[in-house]
Every structure is written in structure tokens, then in C-alpha cells.
């Protein structure tokens, strides 16, 4: 009996590592297979890699680099889809979320309506930078200041 308790309770530990590790951002434990697209923006704010990848709030994929581009000075990110979601249109458009009021950033994707799709490899030539709080408040009170002023 005390066996048969202890390979339950060993059971229960190792299912509860395995979810944990399933939710945590580690790669090693989640699929990466599928094909890489980039796309540029000129603000990426606080997005990590390992950020997800949305489409319609379904994830489809993740973040798996972010560098600078020396000749365009603007931030590269390539993102990591599903293989399963290889038929999205070229004329995808993406842009920089935030979840929920301070929550983390993630890339959503909006589908276009071209024939063709993107390929590994291609760019998403439609983005959207991340909105950053403090850009938003500085202009505000720029703007009011500038009332007061005349």
C-alpha cells in the first residue's frame, strides 16, 4: 500500500513539472518547429523573445529573435510560426501588443487578403510599433502645455 501511494504522489510531482514547464517560456520544452518570417518596427518597447505569436488570440507561434538592423536602424524581430499555419496571406499585417493594461507584449497578426502566401524567410512589410506609455503621456502633456501657452 505505501508503495502503491508513493508512485502516486512521485506521479503527481512529475505531471506538475511537466505543466510547469509546458506554461514557463523555456524552449526546450515547447515545439519549435515551423517556418521564420521577419517583419521591422521601429519600436519593439518591452517585447522579449519567446513573446507569442497571435492570430485572432489564438497562439500560432513565438518571438525567436530580436536584433537591430545596421542599415535600416530599425528593430528585426523574426517570428517563429506553427507549420500548421503556412497558408497565411503575404499581405499580413503585424503590430506590437501589450496583454492587458501592464501585462506582457506580445505580436499580432492580421491576415490580409492576397492569394499568395508567406514562405520562410519573408518579411511582413505592414507593421505597427509598440505603443509605449510614457511616449503617450509626454505628448499629452506637451499638447496641454501648449493650450495653456495661447
Do not use: C, K, W
Not at 16 to 28: E, H
Not at 104 to 109: D, G, I, R
Amino acid at each position: 500500500m505505501e508503495i502503491a501511494v508513493g508512485a502516486f504522489v512521485a506521479a503527481g510531482l512529475a505531471a506538475a513539472f511537466v505543466l510547469a514547464m509546458q506554461v514557463s517560456n523555456i524552449t526546450a520544452f515547447q515545439r519549435t518547429e515551423g517556418y521564420t518570417v521577419e517583419a521591422y518596427f521601429q519600436n519593439v518597447g518591452g517585447l522579449r523573445e519567446r513573446a507569442p505569436v497571435s492570430l485572432s488570440g489564438v497562439q500560432i507561434g513565438r518571438v525567436s529573435a530580436i536584433t537591430l538592423d545596421p542599415d535600416r536602424f530599425e528593430a528585426r524581430v523574426e517570428l517563429t510560426i506553427h507549420s500548421e499555419y503556412d497558408d497565411l496571406p503575404s499581405d499580413t499585417a503585424a503590430r506590437v501588443r501589450t496583454s492587458g493594461l501592464l501585462g506582457e507584449q506580445y505580436v499580432s497578426l492580421q491576415p490580409g487578403g492576397m492569394p499568395d502566401s508567406l514562405g520562410p524567410g519573408d518579411e511582413i512589410t505592414l507593421t505597427q510599433s509598440a505603443l509605449v506609455l510614457e511616449e503617450i503621456v509626454g505628448q499629452f502633456l506637451y499638447e496641454q502645455s501648449s493650450g495653456d501657452a495661447q
